[in-house]
């Protein structure tokens, strides 16, 4: 089946892909890091980093294993200076990693044909990557948010008892009430002098 056969085709034959990857793993491995565009960089990764496995191996391996790892490598890459500064230099900087020897970083918009740029690089062996992320709320702070609605609350405020005292103040002060609403009611005698008075005319 062929499946997965063409992640990475770049506008070229199979030659000149393999020679454009062979070239960029070079240029990473020799200097570090190197700039070129996402869909280039993004091929690289997965062509050099088991190059760069078989320097790892080589280094807790015997002297023929390490010596054919080298080969393969050199198979690889097409050039003998970028495998020696790999394996005589730069494994050792990824001895205690399990892999992800690269990192991308996307830098935006190339002027003139607006292709998307990056740069590639290697990473250190004193970094240890992003920081990991705080853990999320658990599901249990939310339930109970949920659990107290409305209906809980007002039977709550219901369930309140009252003291008796309190009882006997409420109904003083609802009685003291209602006198003065009654005394204001009480009719009011118009006086003679009064303009407003229908009966005198």
């Known amino acids: 089946m062929r499946h997965l056969k ?3 085709i770049l506008g070229r034959k199979k030659e000149h892909r393999a020679a454009l990857m062979s070239n960029l793993a070079s240029a990473l491995l020799r200097h570090g890091k190197i700039k070129t565009t996402l869909t280039k ?3 690289l ?3 050099v980093e088991p190059v760069i496995t078989l320097a790892v191996k080589a280094s807790s391996a015997s002297a023929e294993q390490a010596l054919h790892y080298r080969r393969q490598a050199i198979s690889k890459l097409r050039d003998k200076d970028a495998v020696a500064t790999l394996f ?3 494994a050792q900087m990824f001895t205690e990693r399990p892999g992800g ?11 003139g044909d607006a292709a998307e740029m990056a740069v590639i690089q290697l990473i250190p062996a004193e970094d240890e990557g992003y920081p990991k992320r705080r853990p999320s709320k658990t599901k249990d702070s939310t339930e109970k948010v949920v ?3 409305p209906a809980a ?7 309140i008892p009252v003291s008796d005292e309190a009882a006997g103040e409420s109904s003083r002060a609802e009685d003291t009430v209602m006198d003065e609403v009654a005394e204001d009611d ?3 005698q118009p006086s003679e002098d009064d303009p407003l008075d229908s009966t005198k005319a």
């Open 153 to 159: 609350l007002s039977s709550e405020a219901e369930e």
């Open 45 to 47: 990764r997965p062509f």
């Open 88 to 90: 005589n230099e730069r």
């Open 101 to 111: 020897y690269t990192r991308i970083y996307k830098l935006g918009t190339r002027l």
């Open 6 to 8: 063409h992640r990475f």
């Open 186 to 188: 009480s009719t009011v």
């Open 147 to 149: 659990e107290a609605s």
């Open 41 to 43: 960089a993004k091929a």
